[in-house]
């Protein structure tokens, strides 16, 4: 049967990029199969793992499409498995420790199939611990450019996009190594609407490992790059971030001190732009 034809829903393609995520990547897996929705083609892209990432894999036999390659880092991964899909009409990409909600898909599929002028579509997710225990929620809005200049307001495995918006834009951008789900927002925002789903289809792991704890600096130095891109001038949290948050060096290693380094960091990234109300008053 066509593809596009099965069960009457349109098919999805979802993308795990893996590196030595032993620990979490069959819990991601079994979130995918759980799935409340028929036609799902399924890849992990694993970066050389030398944990028990590749037996997890192989014990699922030809249920889970893989390549196990050193590569040139996520992005590139998410890229390389995008390339392998066949004929789908949405997409997105599961992290190795990140799940979907059973019916997270099928829910985001339908937002998409009922409002054709979105490129993408977002929901709600959870904020799950190491050991899967629901510990808050994603602070996700719907998408409004300014508000998402202050704060990412999209939880990416939440998300899914349509695959014509994405081969527009040409997938990720293989130079940024954290961030690429914020410049990727960014971009897509400019060719179309972006949707908002107000129901919980995801959950998003917060744990010791995860690039957002162990790399918050380079984040940060990432996120203010792709806001010059994009928006023009960043918002005095993310260029004071790495200094109030004890992060890079100061001259002056006090409170007042952290805080005059910090505005001073802000005027020189944003100049006169510095002084605009949509940059300061937020």
């Known amino acids: 049967m066509d593809r596009k034809t099965l069960q009457g829903v349109l098919p999805v393609a979802i993308i795990t990029p893996s590196l030595n995520q032993g620990m979490f990547i069959e819990e991601t897996i079994q979130s995918v199969f759980s799935q409340e929705y028929p036609n799902i083609e399924y890849w992990v892209i694993d970066g050389g793992s030398t944990d028990d990432t590749l ?31 066949g004929d789908t009409t949405y997409v997105g990409w599961l992290n190795a420790d990140d799940l979907l909600l059973p ?12 409002h054709p002028a979105c490129v993408a579509v977002f929901g709600k997710a959870y904020i799950i611990d190491d050991k899967g225990n629901r510990t808050g929620q994603y602070p996700t809005k719907p998408f409004n450019k300014k508000e998402f200049a202050v704060h990412c307001t999209i939880s990416q495995p939440a998300s899914l996009i349509r695959r014509s918006a994405w081969e527009t834009i040409g997938g990720l951008d293989e130079s940024i190594h954290r961030c690429m789900d914020y410049d990727l927002w960014w971009r897509l925002s400019g060719i179309g609407e972006i949707g908002y789903l107000d129901r919980f289809v995801a959950s998003s792991r ?18 203010i790059s792709i806001l010059l891109r994009h928006w023009g001038m960043v918002p005095r949290n993310w260029c004071t971030a790495n200094i109030l948050e004890g992060l890079v060096d100061c001259r002056r290693n006090t409170y007042l001190g952290r805080r005059r380094e910090a505005v001073k960091h802000y ?5 006169w732009k510095a002084l605009l109300p949509r940059n300061w008053l937020f």
């Open 206 to 223: 917060d744990h010791a490992q995860s690039k957002t704890r162990t790399q918050r600096k380079e984040v940060n130095e990432e996120a």
């Open 103 to 114: 019916h997270g898909l099928k829910s985001m599929a339908s937002f998409l199939d009922q």
């Open 267 to 271: 005027v020189s990234i944003n100049r």
């Open 55 to 85: 037996a997890v894999l192989k014990r699922y036999g030809e249920r889970v499409k893989w390549i196990s390659e050193p590569d040139r880092g996520q992005s590139a991964a998410i890229n390389k498995g995008m390339s392998q899909v």
